[in-house]
């Protein structure tokens, strides 16, 4: 069983603690790329007790979540988030069934039930998912292994955990039955929890409810390896307060089935997966509803996913090729009425496909003791459909009717044939010092929401920004160059990992001022008609934008007890057509941790500061926020091999901030007004209990 030790520290982040150079290591060694490529956490030995995976992205450098209700996080890294951020979960790509992200992939991967965390660092190699031009982060359930003999093992773990902030509780646990050929495994999780408080109130409506179930098995001969697995989640009632509706429920069935090769030198990978999600929001069952019936809306959505991902790898004395191809499908409808008139609909998305096709080369390569590189050259094709759509509106208001009339009688088709090549190095300069550049290009297609949302609607795909927006047939796919340098540094007692990063993306998809006169008066007609202001829409353009920025994580041994350990992040995210910075990019930031780790015991006292965001988006009409500072302590102590309790405080001084990437409020709630920021939560203490077995 896992001992404290391992726990050292609370650093979810596996640095480069040790020398590059260890003295039993044959010199071939000296750069181990994927030491330096990314940062691995596992939840297992995290003490977090929330139920949104993507708040751990915070533990990573350059890593940040956007929040719009508590399952419903978006990964941010360096600036980027939503579809430019490849996820993998178990090795699907998963295209979320809300057409806002109430399901970002990430959040089929839930931390109860023991998930490791890969966060490429910086530049993600083409091998890992197509289209992840802002990085990648690659998750796996980890439901127990096979064991080394004939004889059956059993294993199993319980985990309860309960805070303060908004009363949650889970329950989760698994159990696995394993030899040298077989593996089964059984998982089941099980959470709720009310509204958030914050000092001045609470945080209308946060609460949530989610259910889990998993079951995988796994065959083992010789070099060969196959896999099955599949995962029920069901999403209950769940608030979403910075979107224009709630979760009802999320129904899924998720199915995997892996096969794997480990020759002498090939190996060959492939990795199946299907899924089919099920969705239903509303305006009215969670929140207070619109005082008129007739502005009632209920949005049922379901998307039905299927992937192939396949690499072969031959290793050599020099390095290792990496073939492969894979293959993404993802097919979306979306269907709005109003249960209190039959009669209004709107589908919002009919058969709304999306294909990629992709096939690449990887070279990893020795070019001496002390330099290695990686070049990767990829090609996708990308092709996307719709079939025509109708709703109310189009057959009673003329601009709606044009908006209609104009995309039915439009070929919808889209296709792209995109080519991404990367390139890095690695340099040792000594024992302690490595050096590290990078170069790439990337391309992302756009969305099926960015290219086929015909009506002008909320619905963005994760903005949140309040606008109405609608698609645009005639999107070119976005195309990023970037380069990026850093170093890894690491003494005896001190390491260190800065990045700086240069990022332009060319024809980068962003809302612009819409120049359609029928979207425009649609909105309008429509304000009076409700009598809202909703500002007029905007319409999804290639624009061209700049990221830049820099991060570093670092750690520094005082003792065989005490550390030191800490992030720094800086992105600015601006538009290079015109004088605007983009939306919802995370304010610089840093945290510093006093960690202590002894046989037993593991603490950690941190101390999380935000700086002011004044770059903020015109276009999105968005809101600067202030700085503000956090403690955070958290205790964990292992009473035996089966036995460990956290305790913990976030927000420990119940200090009322804004999170600048939480959204705005679109809620009704006498503590928080419609359309201001959406305040941080206020003090939480939470314990958590982990039994294993
Ligand atoms: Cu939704």
Known sequence: MRNTTALIGLACFALPHTPLLANEAPIEEVIVVEKYSKRTILLEDTLSVSPDTAQL???????????????????????MYGPRIGVTVNGAAIAPAGPNWMDPPLSYAAPSQLVSLEVYRGIAPVSVMPESIGGAIVSNTKLGDF???????????????????????????????????????VAAMSEQGEDQSFPEGKIRPTEFDRQRGEIAYGYRRDAHTFELGYTRNETGNTGTPALPMDIDYFDGDLFRANYAYAGDSWSINTQLNASELVHGMTKYHLRPAPQSPAQWRQNTTDVDNLGLHVTAQRDDN???????????????????????????????????????????????????????????????????????????????????????DTFNATDRKADDTNIDATAKVWWSQNENLVWYAGLARKNRSASFVERYLWLPLQATGRLADGFTYTGNLTLKPEQSNEIEFGADWSHKQFSMSPRVFFRDVDDFIQGTPSANASAVMMVRMMNMANGTTNPDPLQFNNVDARFYGFDLDWRASINDQWSISGLLNYVRGERRDIDDDLYRIAPPNASIQLNYAAQRVDASLELVAYDDQTHVSHTNREAQTDGYTLINLTAAYQFSDRLRLVVGAENLLDESYLDH?????????????????????????????????
Do not use: C
């Open 57 to 79: 992205l915070k533990d990573v450098p350059g890593g940040n979540v956007n929040g719009n209700g508590p399952l419903t996080g978006i990964p941010q890294y360096r600036g």
């Open 661 to 693: 990437l939480a959204g705005y409020n679109r809620a009704r709630n006498p503590d928080i007004m419609l359309g201001s920021r959406l305040p941080g939560t206020g003090r939480n203490a939470f314990l958590r209990a982990d039994i294993a077995w």
């Open 318 to 404: 020099l390095g290792h090729w990496l073939l492969g191809a894979d293959y993404q499908q993802e097919e979306h409808d979306g269907l709005i009425d109003n249960p209190n008139n039959p009669m209004f609909f709107v589908e919002g998305f009919n058969n709304a496909s999306r294909e990629v096709v992709g096939v690449f080369v990887e070279r990893e390569h020795r070019l001496t003791d002390y330099l290695v590189s990686e070049i990767g050259l990829r090609v996708n094709h990308v092709t996307s459909d719709a079939d025509a759509v109708d709703a109310t509106p189009a057959r009673m208001m003329p601009p709606a009717m044009m908006l209609r």
């Open 147 to 185: 064991s080394e003999t004939d004889d059956w093992q059993r294993t199993g773990r319980v985990s309860f955990s309960g805070q303060t902030v908004n009363d949650a509780s889970l329950f989760g646990g698994m159990a696995s039955f394993a030899n040298q050929s077989h593996h089964i495994a």
